[in-house]
């Protein structure tokens, strides 16, 4: 019978005298496992057991054993009975359920029934144990293992998720066959899988996550999968069957406790999740994206807990968003944003695609944790070139700690591997910052760089708009320069900064040093040396140092400030600023040169030094004005001292390092 030798066969008929007279055949039918299937799918054995084996493939051999029993022209009487001994065949049936190998065991049948208790087998690399048996017209597979994750990818080639699983777990199957009708439902605790998946699939091997994966069919030629992760959410789909597979029509992730069926074409997420690393997810979507039989998100209605993105933290967050062909639209609602946006898909200007957001408020995001900053990719493949979109974003009001700095307003795109930044404003009432730059995201080693101009019509209020109020009064300022640094625009890291600028300011007053930067102001303000002055030039500070201008250019180098130029021009006195200052560690070693101003009268202070030496005070009785207008500031040159001021910013170290050696008082160290 077909390319099986019948063997050990006999027939026989008892009694011929009957009106339906029973054939009898006994026999054994030693062969290829493959061809035991095709007889009983060409026999009505297939009838007999709801075509469970209809379209299975098998490779092995194995030996049935039957009798038959044939009332002669009464064929709804006939009987079979028979066993079919495994011997480490390997067999898969149609749908979804993998492979059987090394399958052994003895599988029993008769016309009515099927059993099988236990078979052995390996099932995606792990052994299993299974009992078949069935009753009223059903057949029911119980099974139960340990299955290898790693081997899921070639089992299901066409899931490249399943590229990001491994490790070894447990699960239970429960299999019922019934009409062409077959159901499924398979359990694990996932405890042994690591999961290298983004928040909030990713799991760890010691972390168990219970699972439960069912399926039913819905009506002929449908059916749908319910998967349930744990607390984190289920998965419903519904899918239309073909002969060449199941094609997945409608899909919900529903998130957190929230129900619901796919009752919509295209894959709606709905519900809450307590952290979603959103840049991690953008990487596997790219990668789905590339296969034939993804299914596009149609829609979003989801709150967030707390949400990585471009290597920020939102928190907080509501996000409703609906498909238009390839665009988005999105109404953001945050602790960090207020407003919508619209995402458009790759097109020729923006081949990752284009984010255009008009907001109410935003707030700069901290830093993303490590678990959200790591962006996935293929298993083997190269990490993309440049995965960053276009930017198009206003803000009316961007907040840092709590302040409004003013209206944001950023246009970038990326460039071959480089983000280049377009245009980056930040305008208030009380100055205008532009820049403009790269992010060399190429290497290891990615690194910002801006061109900057800083236009401020009054910088003590524009202190105060970041932390710093009444540091200044007035002083208009222009700064400009370039800057750069290691890693994101957002991630401005000190050490690793660079650059040089030019400050130019006009007319204004040091009052007082506050946290921060605040305190490299207070060393520009002198206020360190008015508390350490030997001869306390009280006078020149009154309610802070008042200056008419400032100049210099800075350099930086490895987050290290230095200035040979640094000049502050007052009413009181002319100062010079050399040396150097670390922003990161907020240290500084600088030499200060202050040089009294002399003008118009001579103050109380500078009076009392005069009156200490004899030559100066008859200077002083012959006409100190004229000469000091004459001789070119002969007066403020004797009286000018220098200093060396080093430490932390909070409590410098100031040195009395000298003075003019033509100075009539003897020079004096003082060190506080």
């Known amino acids: 019978m077909f390319s099986t030798e019948l063997s050990r066969l006999k027939a026989d008929i008892a009694d011929l005298r009957l009106a339906n007279p029973v054939l009898r055949v006994d026999g054994e039918a030693p062969g290829p496992t493959a061809d035991a299937l095709r007889f ?17 493939e098998a490779s092995g051999s194995g030996t049935v054993s039957f009798r038959l029993e044939l009332p002669l022209g009464k064929p709804e009487g006939n009987q079979v009975v028979g066993e079919y001994n495994f011997a480490n065949d390997r067999i898969k049936l149609a749908g979804d359920v993998p492979a059987f190998s090394q399958l052994n065991g003895k599988l029993t049948f008769s016309t009515h029934d099927v059993r099988a208790a236990p078979l052995t087998a390996e099932i995606v690399g792990g052994p299993a144990r299974l009992n078949i048996a069935s009753a009223d017209g059903r057949v029911r597979v119980d099974a139960q293992g340990t299955a290898n994750l790693s081997l899921l990818r070639s089992e299901y080639a066409s899931q490249p998720l399943l590229n990001r699983v491994s490790g070894m777990t447990d699960w239970q199957l429960t299999m019922q066959v019934a009409n062409d009708a077959t ?48 607390p984190v959410g289920r998965l419903n789909l519904q899918r239309r069957l073909t002969p060449t597979g199941a094609t997945i029509e409608r899909a919900l992730l529903a998130l957190g406790t929230t129900e619901g069926e796919a009752d919509r074409r295209g894959l709606w997420v709905r519900g809450d999740v307590a952290a979603l690393d959103l840049d991690g997810w953008l990487a596997i979507k790219r990668q789905l994206d590339s296969g034939a039989d993804s299914l596009p998100l149609t829609g979003v209605d989801l709150r967030v807990g707390t949400m990585g993105i471009f290597g ?35 097109a020729p200007g923006w081949l990752n695609g284009r984010i255009v957001a008009r907001l109410q408020r935003f707030t700069a995001p901290p830093s993303a944790p490590p678990s959200m900053t790591a962006i996935p990719t293929a298993e083997g493949a190269p990490p993309a070139a440049n995965p960053w979109p276009s930017v198009d974003i206003v803000a009316e009001s961007f907040l840092h700690k709590d302040r409004d700095l003013g209206r944001l307003e ?20 009380d100055g205008t910052l532009v820049a403009s730059g790269w992010w060399r995201g190429a290497g290891r080693a990615p690194r910002t760089q801006l061109d900057t101009d800083l236009e401020v019509r009054d910088a003590g209020k524009y202190l105060a708009r970041f932390g710093m109020p009444d540091a200044v009064r007035g002083g208009r300022t222009h700064i400009h320069g370039q800057l750069e640094w290691s ?17 130019e300011t006009g007319s204004g007053q040091f009052v007082k040093l506050d946290p921060g930067l605040g305190k490299l102001l207070g060393v520009l303000s002198l206020q360190a040396l008015k508390r350490r002055f030997t001869f306390d030039f009280q006078d020149l500070f009154g309610e802070g140092f008042a200056f008419d201008e400032i100049t210099g250019d800075v350099r930086i180098q490895d987050g290290v400030m230095k200035s040979d130029n640094l000049k502050i021009v007052g009413p009181s006195a002319r100062v010079a600023i050399a040396g150097e200052t670390n922003i990161a560690n907020e240290t500084q070693k600088l030499r200060v040169r202050v040089q009294p101003t002399l003008s118009g009268t001579v103050s109380v202070g500078a009076a009392a030094l005069l009156l200490a030496n004899p030559i100066l005070g ?37 040195e009395r390092t000298g003075r003019p050696a033509s100075a009539a008082v003897p020079a004096q160290t003082t060190k506080e």
Not at 618 to 642: C, H, N, R, S, W
């Open 40 to 56: 009983i799918a060409e026999s009505p054995v297939a009838g007999w057991i709801d075509h469970f084996t209809d379209r299975a």
């Open 312 to 346: 920020r933290q939102l928190s907080d967050l509501r996000i409703g968003a609906s498909r238009g062909g390839d665009d988005w639209q999105i109404d953001l609602r945050g602790r960090e944003l207020v407003g919508t946006a619209r995402w458009q898909g790759p």
């Open 183 to 230: 159901m499924w439902t398979l359990d694990s605790t996932l405890r042994g899988a690591t999961i290298d998946l983004p928040l909030p699939i990713a799991k760890a091997a010691a972390d168990p996550m219970p699972f439960k994966m069912q399926r039913q069919v819905t009506a002929p030629g449908h059916d749908a999968l319910a998967i349930r992760y744990g």
């Open 410 to 429: 950023l246009i970038a795109h990326p460039s071959e591997s480089d983000w280049r930044i377009e245009s980056l404003k930040l305008s208030s009432d």
């Open 618 to 654: 008859a200077a002083v009785g012959a006409g100190a004005l004229l000469a000091q207008t004459a001789l070119k500031d002969p007066i403020e040159q004797m009286f000018a001292y220098e200093y060396a001021v080093s430490g932390n910013w909070s409590d410098p170290i100031v």
């Open 487 to 503: 890693g994101s625009p957002q991630a401005f890291d000190y050490p690793t900064l660079n650059g040089m600028f030019r400050v």
